[in-house]
Every structure is written in C-alpha cells, then in structure tokens.
C-alpha cells in the first residue's frame, strides 16, 4: 500500500541507488533515475517522453519519438535494475522505487513488513562485575575455607576485601584502557584534540555529512569550449547541450558527448574522501558522491564537504562571494590560481605556481552553510595534487595543530587557510600554511 514518503528520504534513497553495484557502471541510467526522482519531487503531475529525452539523452525538444525510442528503452532497462536492486542489494529498504509502465513519474511505496532484528548476544562478565558479587557475597555471610584463616574471620575477611578491591581496581583500569582505545579506533577524530576541534563539527552532530567529489567531465567541456559553466546550467542538464552551437566542429561535438556520458573524477579526490572516510571511522552518516548526483535538497538538513575547486565541482560556486580566498581559472591560459580578494600586509593578490611547477596552492575553508544551521568544509586547489595536499593537511594531527596554533582562544571559529604545497612526481611532500582567516561572527 503506497503511503507519503518524506522528500528527505526519497532524495537518499535515490542516492543509495545510484551508488549501488546496480547502477554504479551505468551513468545514463542513474541520470534518468535522478532526473525523474527530481520530477515527482516537484510535483510533477506527468512527465513527457520528449522533456526526458532532451533533458537527459541531449535530444531536440520536438524530436520524433516514434522514430527514436531511448527513453523508451531506457526506462524499461532502469525498471529491470531497480527490481533487481530491491530483491538483492537493497532488500532490507523499507521504501521501493517503482516507474509504472505507460509512465515516467517514480512511486515511492513503503512496504508492508522488516525483519526482526536479531538477538543481541548476552554479554561475558566484567571483573568489575565479578568483583562486586565477591563482596556481595561476603556481606551476605557465605563461608569460603581458606585453610588457618578460618581461626581469625576478622583478618581473613580484610584480606579478601583488599584483594577484591585491588582486582576491582585493577578491572576498572583494564576497562578505561580498553574503552579508550576502542574509542580512538571508532572514533580516530577523538585521538587528537586539534583533530576533534574541527571534525567533532561533522562527526559528532548527529547529521548528515555529504562527500562531495568533483566531477572532471564537466571541467573538460568548459577546456573544450572555452566557457564557464554555470551551477543552473550544470543541474538542468544544460551544459550536455552547450557544444552544440554552430561554431563547435561535429568532431568535437562527438568528442564531447563521449566526455560527458562518463562521470569522471580525479585520484587525488578519491584519496582526499578515503581519508575523511578513515578519520569518520566509517560512519554511518558519511555519504560520498559526485557532484553530478549531489541533490539541492540536502544542503538544507546535512553538513557538507566538497572537494575541489569550482572548476571541477560546480557547487563550490553557492560560497563563492562568502570566501576571501577563491580558487580561479583562467580559461584562456588554462591556468589555475588563487585570488586573495582582500589582502592583508605583505600578502599577495594572486598566488599562482606557473612559474613554479613542482607548486601548488590550496585552500581549506570552514564555513556556515548557506542556511547557517549546518557546517560546510571546502578543499579545493590549484590542481588536483594541491587538493590532495589540503585533504592530507586537514585530516592530520600536524596539520591541524599547524592551524589551531593561528586561531583565536575561545569557541572554535570558522576560518579560511591558503597553503602551499611542493609536489614530486604528482604526489604532495611538504605542506605549510601561508595565511589564515577567521570569519567575523
């Protein structure tokens, strides 16, 4: 029986699909599901075949349908998928997605029955635990015969008392110990107070937290044709239709259309949310993703990192006017660089490794989110191994150390730092800060 499903939990029900093993290899098919999914999130009261195949397969507007059925074929695989996906990997989802045939809007329908979850094992004794129920017994006047002792109850009875409480004692140590490091092994952000400063803002709210990786496809378009590409056009799926003006050769229009059906990312990024990953301890909170299956809707209720600068990842363009230091691209150079809108004495305006190529700057930004409820982290370089060099910095006991030793006394702020980053054979060595900001509350 289909019930209201909140739009919250439509929106990463979708996600987990589309970073399942049943869509992971096919990025048509999860823009299709994202793109419907945002159909019925608006209220959509149907959607036509047409508006799908020009929105996600780049078809005209008033193409032929009847000539050309991809979405058509589309739908019907996307169907085959997501019933497989609820019979295997997602058979535990209180919540199915159906598309029913002879339409194109996403039902959301709870279903009728969960398992039971299974019996948690009864748990061994402590010896805190078997120490207590020594003394218990003693108080309640049970005889243990200890040889001789038993000519002087007074002196036997201290005796077991003191080494009951050096046992009790002893357990209580051993039980610290072992909670401690089963703590700093959950939890590897609580291992360093510089560290839990910071990331005790993401892991310890109880929120959300999206990783957000760049999307590489999209900065070679804006390379190919020499443009910027704006967020709006990125998320209504414009900027799959931009190469296709009348001065851009068929050549490169294919060339395109292969870049763009691919949703490409960097190693570099990869390595920088593993790291997050590790220090998260694997939460179950932390989501990664890319940025072309990140939806609007999250930035509402989940804390948010992104990674790379908006070059690959469009979304760092939402905080653009609210950064002093701002990763830039020079299209016409293709160059990388960043712009220091207001500098401070013996500061530059412009930090840029092009006459340095074993160089990078980066920078690493924590900020309100743009309803200031929740936290945003950005890392975003000059290239990718300068992102990779923010990622190491940040999520390392030095490197946070480094940083809180330029922050004021008193509740964490949030701050803005530019690094610079020497790098051998693509891969980051040293790392050191070159200015901080802190935001004015």
């Not at 439509?10 to 299709?32: F, G, N, T």
């Not at 039902?107 to 979850?117: G, S, Y």
């Not at 008392?161 to 072992?178: K, S, T």
């Amino acid at each position: 029986m289909q019930s209201e499903v909140a739009s919250e939990a439509c929106d990463a029900l979708l996600l987990r699909i589309v970073e399942s093993q049943e869509l992971r290899r096919s990025a048509r098919l999860r823009e299709l599901l994202l793109y419907l999914g945002r159909c019925h999130q608006s209220g959509a009261g149907n959607v036509r075949e047409q508006e799908v195949g020009a929105a996600v397969f780049g078809r005209a507007e008033d193409y032929d349908t009847t000539l050309d059925n991809i979405v058509r074929v589309n739908v019907s695989e996307l169907r085959k998928r997501l019933a497989h996906y609820f019979q295997e990997e997602g058979a535990q989802e209180p919540v199915i997605v159906e598309i029913p045939r002879g339409g194109y809007l996403p039902k959301f329908v709870r279903r009728t029955f969960l398992e039971e979850p299974e019996p948690q094992p009864a748990q061994e004794a402590t010896p805190l635990a078997t120490a207590v129920a020594g003394i218990a017994a003693v108080e309640a006047g049970a005889v243990i015969k200890v040889g001789r002792a038993e000519r002087n109850p007074r002196r036997w009875l201290v005796t077991v008392l003191v080494l009951l409480m050096l046992v009790a004692g002893a357990g209580c140590g051993v039980l610290i110990w072992q909670n401690a490091a089963l703590r700093t092994e959950l939890h590897p952000w609580t291992a360093d107070p510089a560290l839990e400063s910071l990331w005790s803002q993401f892991f310890a709210t109880g929120r959300e937290v999206d990783i957000v990786s760049a999307d590489t496809s999209y900065a070679l378009e804006e390379d190919v044709l020499r443009q910027p590409i704006s967020l709006e056009d990125y998320l209504n799926y414009n900027y799959k239709r931009l190469g296709n003006r009348s001065d851009v050769p068929q050549a490169t229009r294919d060339a395109l259309e292969q870049i763009l059906d691919r949703d490409s990312g960097s190693i570099g990024d990869f390595q920088v949310a593993v790291r997050i990953l590790r220090l998260g301890g694997h939460d179950e909170h932390l989501k990664v993703t890319s940025a072309r299956f990140y939806s609007p809707e999250s930035l509402k209720t989940n804390d948010l990192i992104l990674i790379g600068s908006q070059q690959s990842n469009p979304w760092v363009e939402l905080f653009r006017d609210r950064l002093n230091f701002y990763p830039e691209y020079d299209l016409s150079l293709h160059r990388s660089f960043v712009h220091n809108r207001v500098p401070a004495k013996g500061e530059q305006a412009v930090y840029t490794a092009a006459e340095e190529p074993n160089r990078g700057y980066s920078v690493i930004a924590f900020l309100p989110n743009l309803n200031d409820r929740q936290n945003t982290l950005i890392l975003a370089g000059t290239d990718s191994r300068a992102t990779q060099a923010a990622g190491d910095f940040i999520t390392s006991r030095s490197g946070m150390r480094e940083i809180a030793k330029r922050l004021p006394v008193g509740p964490y702020p949030h701050f803005e730092v530019l690094l610079s980053s020497s790098q051998l054979v693509g891969t980051p060595l040293h790392t050191e800060v070159v200015t901080v900001r802190v935001f004015d509350h």
